[in-house]
């Protein structure tokens, strides 16, 4: 109990760190068409029209021994993305348990005038992503072997479809391994499946009239394979935007393949609700710290001695 006390307390009491936001791409932009869309939203804050990807650098004060990164992408339909309560305040609760953070800003498919093909951009920049952290992981201390994702609702599918999907590879850098060595999927839209996706995501990523065959490629419990990392995931029962069957869909999926997972349901919680579940004295960060100690991606003891 003290341990998640301290936890909690790590969590709540952290700064703010100052953050450097890198271009996701050091020239043109792949896959971008001209376009006149202008984004609307600040750093940390609720973001529409992403036509321009970044990188925003979270950089833990003390690092953990393992050297552990993450990269998180924030949630919002495949049509704004909720920086602030799924980005940046994810990115200084990691910070607090000594992982270096990264959240990306991605191009948002809605707007197909925009991209050559916009059911693509997304991943291109979750790939795109990924390479950037495992090839400046010297400069930021990283160890290359314990870069982890996570996403949240749209931004769970997409690091769902990376996780189950990283060796399509979109990006000219053919030899980097794009492979999270982790993820973690908040209550995230799995599958394409109208009987349970999330309809708005499947539009704007898809497409009005998506056929089975489309839809299959982007449901990622299909994609699941022996090489899927091992994952932590958790949802909340009464989600009614994202139904809770997409979790239990990706788990069922990791058991059959014998991938070491972990789930966790809450009997209440709703859909959003980011680090904290308000319904719950449970926290699903406590629980994932532990799992994180458990595979060997964290050290606990340091954690809690700080």
């Known amino acids: 109990m003290k341990k998640l006390l301290l936890i909690a307390c790590l969590l709540n009491c952290i700064t703010a760190k100052a953050q450097d936001i890198i271009p996701l791409y050091p020239g043109k932009i792949p896959g971008n068409l001209p376009c006149t869309i202008q984004e609307t939203g600040k750093p940390g804050e609720s973001t529409s029209n992403v036509t321009q990807p970044t990188l925003a650098v979270f950089r833990a004060a003390k690092p953990d021994q393992f050297k552990g990164a993450v990269l998180i992408i924030p949630g919002g339909g495949y049509q704004h993305l909720a920086m602030g309560h799924e980005g940046y305040d994810i990115a200084k609760a990691f910070n607090a348990i000594g992982i270096t953070a990264f959240v990306l800003k991605y191009r948002l498919p809605n707007n197909s005038s925009c991209f050559e093909n916009k059911t693509l951009v997304p991943l291109m920049d979750a790939e795109q992503a990924m390479a950037t952290i495992r090839k400046n992981a010297q400069q930021w201390a990283i160890d290359t072997a314990n870069i982890g994702i996570i996403g949240f609702s749209a931004g769970g599918h997409l690091a769902a479809t990376l996780i189950t999907k990283y060796g399509d590879k979109l990006i000219d850098d053919k030899d980097i391994n794009l492979r999270p060595d982790w993820a973690?999927?908040?209550?995230?839209?799995?599958?394409?499946?109208?009987?349970?996706?999330?309809?708005?995501?499947?539009?704007?990523?898809?497409?009005?009239?998506?056929?089975?065959?489309?839809?299959?490629?982007?449901?990622?419990?299909?994609?699941?394979?022996?090489?899927?990392?091992?994952?932590?995931?958790?949802?909340?029962?009464?989600?009614?935007?994202?139904?809770?069957?997409?979790?239990?869909?990706?788990?069922?999926?990791?058991?059959?393949?014998?991938?070491?997972?972990?789930?966790?349901?809450?009997?209440?919680g709703g859909h959003g609700f980011g680090l904290n579940n308000k319904t719950t004295q449970e926290s699903w960060f406590n629980d994932l710290t532990s799992w994180l100690n458990s595979n060997h991606k964290l050290n606990y003891l340091t954690l809690i001695k700080r």
């Open 184 to 268: 973690v999927l908040s209550y995230a839209v799995i599958s394409m499946d109208d009987s349970i996706t999330h309809a708005g995501s499947k539009k704007n990523l898809l497409g009005e009239k998506a056929d089975r065959k489309f839809s299959d490629l982007y449901s990622a419990d299909l994609n699941v394979s022996a090489a899927t990392p091992p994952s932590f995931i958790f949802h909340a029962q009464d989600d009614k935007v994202v139904p809770v069957s997409n979790s239990l869909r990706f788990y069922a999926a990791l058991v059959k393949h014998k991938v070491a997972a972990e789930l966790h349901i809450f009997q209440n």
